[in-house]
């Protein structure tokens, strides 16, 4: 509607990772001044605010056009160039609220309470949309009026609650740190004025970036995260596409599986995941979730428009079923990591470092992703066939996604995560417990049989 193409579509992705260096920046005001409280407030609604003129730019900007496209990508970029300042700051100030026994808790119940929220309004939307679109018409703002105006009120809607959420942490108390943080000593001022401020910026740069790097853990954990999160940036902005057009699906059935499974899988894990991100720790929780994640996008590859509708229906809920519960776990462990950082040594340093490293994976798998997919783009009019499977530009990166999911796996070998259990202890405690409850299911219409004795 806007004016997308594969190449933008990769670029969209990107632009959540957009702040990626104003993340140091921001740590920089959280160590000089030692407060996060108002700078995530007023970060944070900025963030928030800027999703109101991009709901207006669907009635305002000529559409489809280059021009609307850019636009539309600029102001998502400037939100999320407020929400780096605002997430650190976030981060930090929980990390000194929050102790560290209760936070894997924690945070699985507030998931849980987010997606009871999350699930019906999805389901509103859903219907809604699918109620407001004109099957026959083009996707433009002038032959689907009813639609656009509807995309451009969720829009606005969305941005005030967003507002009312963050105002929400006003009551909530300040907390300063209990020891100052000792910030590199600024150069004495010699020569060239330029040459003085350069320096002040690389010492600056080294203290937020490369310092931490030589912790070697945080290095695994680093190349970890960024690598996973290349690879999902890199697929991520193509599947709605293949589901429209390969997979011929209508937007009430994409909502229910895009905005719906997900969320509702994931609520029915958090609250016990929480608990098992205490008690194992969370290296294993990585591990488990990013081998889930190459299996959550393996599908994928086998989907086809016309292949039977039993296989079809779980083939394409399976994905985001399974991708619901591994991209949580490894959000809900990556917060608890966080948070351990925020609470140590250097407090916003390593969180803004490893989101500033993450985020640059980001910015790359879009970008590359949207090259990738351009690059290739003859193959949506010459498909690959291998038996009943038309492969495209879009599969490819779906390829390439699945071969970065499994290579991060390698940087969490030999990573020291204090008191975290082994991986084979957690695999085999969740194997238990799916064995048990596949039994259990298996066996219960058996015990619902009236077994007796034969009467002698």
Same mark, same amino acid.
């Given at each position: ?41 007023? /970060?944070?609604? +900025?963030?928030?605010?800027? #999703?109101?003129?991009? @709901? ?21 970029? $400037? ?6 300042? %605002? ?35 999805? +389901?509103?939307?859903?219907?809604? &949309? #699918? ?44 907390? *300063? ?44 954990? &680093?190349?970890?995260?960024?690598? *996973?999160?290349?690879?999902?940036? +890199? ?8 589901? /429209?057009?390969?997979?011929? $699906? ?5 909502? $229910? ?32 979730? %990013? ?8 599908? #994928? ?63 790359? @798998?879009?970008?590359? @992703? ?29 390829? %390439?996604? *699945? *071969? ?6 390698? /940087?969490? +070998?030999? $990573?020291?995560?204090? @008191? ?16 048990? %409850? ?19």
């Amino acid at each position: 509607m806007v004016g997308f193409d594969d190449f933008t579509r990769g670029l969209l992705a990107s632009a959540l990772y957009a702040g990626a260096f104003l993340q140091l920046i921001a740590s920089l005001l959280i160590e000089r001044t030692g407060l996060t409280k108002y700078q995530f407030l007023w /970060f944070a609604t +900025i963030h928030r605010v800027l #999703w109101i003129p991009i @709901g207006l730019a669907l009635l305002v900007l000529p559409t489809p056009t280059p021009f609307a496209a850019i636009c539309v990508l600029v102001l998502i970029s $400037m939100s999320w160039c407020a929400d780096a300042f %605002a997430h650190p700051a976030w981060i930090t100030w929980m990390g000194m609220l929050i102790p560290p026994r209760i936070r894997g808790r924690f945070m699985g119940h507030r998931r849980v309470w987010t997606s009871l929220v999350h699930i019906p309004v999805a +389901i509103v939307v859903g219907v809604g &949309v #699918w109620l407001a679109e004109d099957a026959d018409a083009k996707m433009t703002v002038a032959d689907q009026p009813v639609l656009a105006w509807l995309l451009a009120g969720m829009l606005i809607v969305g941005g005030i609650s967003g507002i009312i959420d963050i105002l929400l942490f006003r009551r909530i108390p300040e907390v *300063l740190p209990a020891e100052p943080t000792v910030l590199p000593d600024r150069p004495r001022r010699t020569g060239w004025w330029l040459a003085h401020q350069a320096t002040r910026l690389w010492r600056g740069l080294h203290w937020l970036a490369f310092e931490p790097m030589a912790n070697r853990d945080f290095r695994k954990y &680093v190349l970890f995260r960024t690598t *996973l999160t290349f690879a999902q940036t +890199i697929a991520v902005g193509y599947f709605v596409w293949n589901i /429209f057009e390969n997979l011929h $699906m209508n937007v009430l059935h994409a909502t $229910m599986l895009w905005m719906v499974a997900p969320p509702l899988a994931w609520m029915m894990i958090a609250r016990p995941l929480g608990r098992a991100i205490d008690q194992w720790g969370r290296r294993p929780v990585f591990a488990l979730g %990013a081998a889930g994640t190459v299996f959550s996008i393996a599908p #994928w590859l086998f989907i086809y428009a016309g292949m039977p509708p039993v296989a079809f229906y779980i083939l394409t809920a399976l994905p985001f079923v399974l991708g619901g519960i591994v991209w949580g776990t490894i959000q809900q462990a990556e917060y608890n990591m966080m948070m351990g950082f925020a609470d140590g040594k250097g407090r916003s340093r390593y969180v803004s470092a490893s989101r500033f490293y993450v985020s640059t994976g980001g910015i790359l @798998g879009g970008v590359i @992703g949207g090259l990738l997919t351009r690059s290739l783009g003859f193959l949506q009019d010459d498909p690959i066939l291998i038996g009943p499977f038309l492969y495209n530009n879009w599969h490819v990166a779906f390829a %390439a996604s *699945l *071969l970065f999911r499994a290579l991060s796996l390698v /940087f969490l +070998i030999g $990573m020291h995560d204090p @008191g975290s259990k082994s991986v084979r202890h957690a695999a085999r405690q969740v194997g238990a417990g799916v064995y048990n %409850a596949v039994i259990t299911g298996l066996l219960l219409p058996m015990r619902a049989l009236p077994w007796r004795r034969p009467r002698q």
